[in-house]
């Protein structure tokens, strides 16, 4: 469901449940001509969008603004949005505290941008990881009081890590495509695999008619297929099942 069009009945519903509650979590991003500046945030939404239709799960408004950075092109005239680190902490770590108040104990944001490199950390998942750990820490401190680990009455706080009830998994950070997933597809930037990727999701985010190879990162996007980007999807569609079941 859609967080902003649930009601509070519904809201308490999940909560009780523990329905996973999603962040499509990116970036604005220029990605060649022929693409959509959205694409690493729309991957995530319309992914979450087919999940949505097989289980019951919160999806939250997308958060578009991370650090897309001007490593690939200058933002005049293309569209990328760069809001820096400082920025993107403060407001995860706001957004997770606020979360964690409603009440909710299994949430997840889903990232697609700069991923290749998520077991290293790029700027805006290692925001919002470490805004994540921090609310964490803090809702604990402030409900279970100081000492809190350290008690007898956690005595058994092992063997719940080893059941899965683990506090500090109630928030989690996730690329969209792990490295098992990487290994079988083309991890690129607006080349054949996030073209296919788009193509295979929201074609209206593709038009191939502007394409232009004349930089580097760009030529094999001329391959590019909706079958090849299909074959991202299912991978996806599998991992993403997995992670938030």
Do not use: C
């Given at each position: 469901m859609r967080y902003e069009m649930m009601l509070p009945h519904q809201i308490r519903t999940a909560i009780d449940q523990k329905w996973p509650v999603v962040l499509p979590l990116g970036v604005l991003e220029y990605h060649g001509e022929h693409l959509a500046v959205g694409l690493d945030t729309l991957v995530v939404v319309r992914v979450l969008e087919q999940l949505e239709s097989e289980m019951d799960m919160v999806v939250l408004p997308p958060f578009y603004y991370g650090a897309g950075s001007y490593t690939v092109e200058p933002p005049e005239g293309n569209g990328t949005v760069q809001v820096d680190t400082d920025a993107l902490a403060p407001f995860a770590l706001h957004l997770f505290r606020s979360l964690l108040r409603i009440g909710f104990r299994n949430i997840h944001a889903v990232i697609h941008h700069q991923s290749e490199n998520f077991l290293d950390g790029m700027p805006t998942d290692l925001s919002f990881k470490l805004a994540g750990r921090r609310a964490l820490f803090d809702h604990l401190l402030a409900e279970r009081g100081e000492g809190w680990w350290g008690d007898n009455k956690m005595a058994d706080y092992y063997q719940q890590h080893a059941d899965g009830d683990n506090p500090f998994n109630w928030?989690?950070?996730?690329?969209?495509?792990?490295?098992?997933?990487?290994?079988?597809?083309?991890?690129?930037?607006?080349?054949?695999?996030?073209?296919?990727l788009l193509m295979a999701l929201d074609p209206s985010?593709?038009?191939?008619?502007?394409?232009?190879?004349?930089?580097?990162?760009?030529?094999?996007?001329?391959?590019?297929?909706?079958?090849?980007?299909?074959?991202?999807?299912?991978?996806?569609?599998?991992?993403?099942?997995?992670?938030?079941?």
């Open positions: 928030i989690q950070v996730h690329p969209m495509m792990d490295q098992s997933i990487i290994e079988q597809y083309d991890f690129d930037h607006a080349g054949i695999g996030e073209t296919s985010g593709v038009d191939m008619t502007k394409l232009s190879t004349e930089k580097w990162y760009l030529e094999s996007a001329q391959h590019a297929s909706v079958e090849h980007g299909q074959r991202a999807v299912d991978l996806v569609l599998e991992r993403m099942r997995n992670v938030l079941r």
